[in-house]
């Protein structure tokens, strides 16, 4: 059994053979109570709506329920339901694998931002929010992959939107660092205390796992987040204050141009 210590001296070169083995057959145990754990998470999480449709189905055959529109929608919408869940995890599994393929190239991440804002604009008028972007002019390019990244921004928004009541404000701006852009999404909603926070990014965490159906996550999307934010050269942060709100902060690395030189003003010399 790998997964088992071994008592021998701490000392001398058996010794530090025995150190080296006991710390792979921690990390061997500790990887295997996390796979079971993470299997466990995904059978009840598919459970749930096998179980409702099972219950609607099962409502028809026993002459309970009618199989009509309604019905139909409901069961529609579980089947949905599980097929995001699916597809979340196939891609959550993939980004932890390394395996996720990134398109590297100098982009703007304004004009992603601008597009995903664009897009997130009429669920945010729906529930009265206001969405706005506030970027300075000339940001420099970073290194990164457009559809990764606008995929981020638009997850960021979207738990933004779910988690901000009516009324509230919502604004994404950016800044230039040194060697990297920090982006912020910015809500006013009801904001994550402080004993959630470290947990946040790690799959299947929600803060109330009972509201989780109406406003539409299975607690996935934030791992994939900081996945593709840290595949791409980034790190993802955030502030809350419950009851005030809450900021997201990522950043992308900047593009720079291998052996360019350099060119100096002449008031710099
Ligand atoms: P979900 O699919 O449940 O939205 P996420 O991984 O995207 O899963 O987010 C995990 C949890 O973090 C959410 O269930 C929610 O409780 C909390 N959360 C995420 N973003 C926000 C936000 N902007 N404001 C308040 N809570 C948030």
């Keep these: 059994?790998?997964?088992q210590r071994v008592d021998i001296p701490r000392h001398g070169?058996?010794?530090?053979?025995?150190?080296?083995?006991?710390?792979?057959?921690?990390?061997?145990?500790?990887?295997?109570?996390?796979?079971?754990?993470?299997?466990?998470d995904i059978a009840h999480e598919l459970r749930t709506p096998l179980t409702n449709i099972r219950g609607y189905l099962e409502g028809i055959q026993d002459g309970v329920l009618e199989p009509d529109r309604e019905?139909?929608?409901?069961?529609y919408e579980e089947a949905i339901w599980l097929?995001?869940?699916?597809?979340?995890?196939?891609?959550?599994?993939?980004?932890?694998?390394?395996q996720l393929r990134f398109i590297?190239?100098?982009?703007?991440?304004?004009?992603?931002?601008?597009?995903?804002?664009?897009?997130?604009?009429?669920?945010?008028?729906?529930?009265?929010?206001?969405?706005?972007?506030?970027?300075?002019y000339k940001l420099p390019y970073v290194y990164a992959d457009p559809?990764?990244?606008?995929?981020?921004?638009r997850n960021l928004l979207s738990n933004a939107v779910k988690y901000t009541p009516p009324g509230g404000k919502i604004t994404v701006t950016a800044a230039a660092h040194l060697n990297h852009i920090e982006v912020r999404v910015s809500d006013t909603g009801n904001g994550i205390?402080?004993?959630?926070?470290?947990?946040?990014?790690?799959?299947?965490?929600?803060?109330?796992?009972?509201?989780?159906?109406?406003?539409?996550?299975?607690?996935?999307?934030?791992?994939?987040?900081?996945?593709?934010?840290?595949?791409?050269?980034g790190q993802i942060r955030l502030h809350s204050e419950v009851g005030k709100g809450t900021t997201f902060v990522f950043s992308v690395p900047i593009y720079?141009?291998?052996?360019e030189p350099v060119t100096l003003d002449a008031d710099d010399i």
């Design 1 to 3: 059994n790998l997964t």
């Design 13 to 40: 070169e058996i010794g530090e053979l025995a150190h080296a083995f006991n710390s792979m057959a921690e990390t061997l145990s500790r990887n295997e109570s996390l796979r079971q754990t993470m299997v466990s």
């Design 71 to 75: 019905i139909i929608d409901l069961v």
């Design 83 to 98: 097929n995001r869940i699916i597809t979340d995890l196939q891609e959550l599994v993939l980004a932890e694998a390394g």
């Design 104 to 136: 590297f190239q100098e982009i703007h991440v304004d004009d992603i931002i601008e597009s995903a804002v664009a897009m997130y604009q009429p669920r945010a008028r729906n529930r009265q929010i206001t969405l706005t972007s506030d970027l300075p």
């Design 147 to 153: 559809k990764r990244t606008g995929q981020v921004i």
């Design 193 to 233: 205390s402080e004993e959630h926070i470290p947990f946040i990014f790690e799959r299947f965490y929600r803060v109330d796992p009972s509201r989780s159906r109406d406003t539409g996550g299975a607690g996935l999307g934030l791992a994939i987040v900081k996945q593709l934010v840290e595949a791409q050269g």
């Design 256 to 259: 720079r141009r291998e052996h």
